[in-house]
């Protein structure tokens, strides 16, 4: 036996197995509403457990909401949402406090952004000043309100939708903004047998399988959508911990630091990735790793999350953007002219 293996080669716990298991169930039961090839539940998972928060772009009518709402029911996760406008104050995210004439007393009164699993959407139609309200939440795990500071339920998973057509009116989220969403995940069409199966899953007679009612403020979604809860916040935090537990080896650590100094000179890229970029590069390899049951990264975990959680930090030059270059294929271009090395 080899009594000194390399540290990346070693065995799979038993704790990564598990973790795998329920984050697979956790997927497979939001794909019971969701059908399509596009990786969301699982992206979904992983952000879940790297404690990062998801930009969801699509147009109109792919599932968005529902793809939220299956996901705090399967989590078992309180549910608000909030639909942006260009009227909403920050106090209509965070809270505010309210004057009782009765007892003549000031109490606080908690927005919406006190759940679990908050959909945010369309975070792009409010102004700055809301956005930024809802963005220190998630950088910070609390809110300030009007001087007294309330931290946020755990975990706290934001998933925000932007249409990436209809830019007329809107507010699209400044750079710096966009660099706290560990993921951007574009949904896409069906295929056209995808929507064949949705049509014969959603337009049958029989009612479905609905959840247990809850309090609206403190339970996962109401929704008539067939699911079951399969996880607990409690797990959810505990996947969290054991997230943060997978082992990062020095090739590891030394790839995802190159590939984001890449992207900062390379060519048709404007604004490269941050240092925050590459932390969450690495946040969501590790995981990514959980999410395969291992308890140690590899390079291919890094590979396997690039573009999801690097694209949407890059800003592309003018130039390339006339030519049609989009963020997605300079990551992939990065991951080609970047070569694994063992330290
Ligand atoms: N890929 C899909 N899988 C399952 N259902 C789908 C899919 N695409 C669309 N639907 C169905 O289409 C309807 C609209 O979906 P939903 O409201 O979630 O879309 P949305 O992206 O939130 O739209 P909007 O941008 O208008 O808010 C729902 O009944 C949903 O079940
Ligand atoms: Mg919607």
Known sequence: MDVNPPQENQGDEAWATDARRDLQALVAEVRRVYVGA????????????????????GVPGVAKTTLVKAFSVAAGCGFRRIQFTPDLLPSDVTGTTVYSPKD???????????????????????????????????????????????????????????????????????????????????????????????????????PPVSTPERPATAGPA????????????????????????????????????????????????????????????????????????RAYTVPDDVKAVAVAAMAHRLVVTPQADLEGVEAHQLVSQALEDVAVRQP
Not at 38 to 49: D, F, N, Q, R, S
Not at 150 to 163: D, I, K
Not at 254 to 271: E, F, K, W
């Open 104 to 206: 003549g007393q000031f109490s606080l009164r908690l927005g919406p952004v006190f759940t679990q699993v908050l959909l945010a959407d369309e975070i792009n139609r409010a102004p700055a000043r809301t956005q930024s309200a809802l963005l220190e939440a998630m950088e910070e795990g609390q809110v300030t309100i009007e001087g007294a500071t309330e931290p946020l339920p755990q975990p706290f998973l934001v998933l925000a939708t932007q249409n990436p057509v209809e830019q007329t009116g809107t507010f699209p989220l400044p750079e710096a903004q966009v660099d706290r969403f560990l993921f951007r995940v574009v949904l896409g069409y069906p295929t056209e047998e995808e929507e064949v199966t949705m049509l014969h899953r959603f337009s049958s007679a029989t």
């Open 222 to 293: 109401r929704t008539a959508l067939p699911l079951h809860q399969v996880l607990s916040p409690e797990r959810a935090l505990e996947l969290q911990h054991l997230a943060a537990r997978v082992h990062v080896g020095d090739a590891v650590r030394a790839y995802v630091v190159r590939l984001a100094r890449h992207t900062r000179s390379q060519p048709g890229v404007y604004l490269g990735v941050s240092p925050r970029g590459s932390l969450s590069l690495l946040r969501a390899a590790r995981a990514r790793a959980l999410f395969e049951g």
């Open 38 to 57: 596009t990786p969301a539940p699982e992206w979904m998972a992983m952000a879940l457990v790297a404690g990062g928060h998801v930009l969801l772009e």
